[in-house]
């Protein structure tokens, strides 16, 4: 994405990994209250989903077989039934992120060009920074560390999973130690908002203060 104008104080461009159930979204909220834009690839998606020429080519391509029917009576997509896929099949995989990440990605270009000049950094939320190469775009990654115990809660009341689940889940991603290795800072979550809140305040301000990245994430 084009950096802000000369005249005005450097924005970086910051990404946001961890696991699965780590709180990357939590993370992502504290950065837009402390002034920055936040694009959530999962809102994107959404958007990208209702557009009639996407639904028609995911139709097409991952609902040829009943295992794999993802489309609705009214014809929108059943996001549950197309993760199964997605997670089911590489080469669906594949398919459906050379449809759908372009799209995504001109989503969040707009919105970070209509960006207001106050913004203090551009923030991409995505669950698979790494794994779609969406590190390459960041002047920072910040890693989301929280205990595993802690995910596994998350993900049982929010998503149903069980440990076993989660492990299966995460076995076809980057592994934790990879994206922590990758990343050029952690913050830590305990559950504590407040305490979250001041943590990415820190790591924030010395992400701008550290300047430009020489080279990509």
Not at 196 to 212: H, K, Q
């Given at each position: 994405?084009?950096?802000?104008?000369?005249?005005?104080?450097?924005?970086?461009?910051?990404?946001?990994?961890?696991?699965?159930?780590?709180?990357?979204?939590?993370?992502?909220?504290?950065?837009?209250?402390?002034?920055?834009?936040?694009?959530?690839?999962?809102?994107?998606?959404?958007?990208?989903?209702?557009?009639?020429?996407v639904r028609a080519a995911l139709i097409a391509r991952v609902g040829r077989?009943?295992?794999?029917?993802?489309?609705?009576p009214d014809g929108s997509i059943d996001r549950v039934a197309l993760g199964?896929?997605?997670?089911?099949?590489?080469?669906?995989?594949?398919?459906?992120?050379?449809?759908?990440?372009?799209?995504?990605?001109?989503?969040?270009?707009?919105?970070?060009?209509?960006?207001?000049?106050?913004?203090?950094?551009f923030v991409i939320d995505a669950p698979l920074l790494f794994e779609v190469?969406?590190?390459?775009?960041?002047?920072?990654?910040?890693?989301?560390?929280?205990?595993?115990?802690?995910?596994?809660?998350?993900?049982?009341?929010?998503?149903?999973?069980?440990?076993?689940?989660?492990?299966?889940?995460?076995?076809?991603?980057?592994?934790?130690?990879?994206?922590?290795?990758?990343?050029?800072?952690?913050?830590?979550?305990?559950?504590?908002?407040?305490?979250?809140?001041?943590?990415?305040?820190?790591?924030?301000?010395?992400?701008?203060?550290?300047?430009?990245?020489?080279?990509?994430?």
């Amino acid at each position: 994405m084009s950096r802000a104008a000369s005249s005005l104080p450097f924005r970086p461009t910051i990404g946001i990994a961890g696991g699965i159930g780590s709180g990357k979204s939590a993370v992502a909220r504290a950065l837009a209250e402390l002034g920055c834009e936040v694009c959530i690839s999962d809102d994107a998606a959404r958007a990208v989903l209702d557009e009639p020429a996407v639904r028609a080519a995911l139709i097409a391509r991952v609902g040829r077989e009943a295992v794999h029917e993802i489309a609705r009576p009214d014809g929108s997509i059943d996001r549950v039934a197309l993760g199964r896929a997605i997670f089911a099949d590489a080469g669906i995989r594949a398919d459906v992120e050379r449809i759908m990440h372009p799209r995504i990605e001109a989503r969040r270009r707009a919105q970070f060009a209509a960006a207001p000049e106050s913004a203090r950094a551009f923030v991409i939320d995505a669950p698979l920074l790494f794994e779609v190469g969406l590190e390459r775009e960041c002047d920072a990654v910040i890693f989301v560390d929280t205990p595993r115990e802690t995910r596994i809660s998350r993900v049982i009341s929010t998503r149903g999973w069980d440990d076993a689940e989660l492990a299966r889940r995460e076995a076809s991603q980057l592994s934790l130690d990879e994206k922590r290795r990758r990343s050029t800072d952690v913050v830590e979550n305990t559950g504590d908002p407040a305490g979250l809140l001041a943590a990415t305040a820190t790591v924030l301000e010395r992400i701008i203060a550290r300047g430009p990245r020489a080279a990509s994430c």
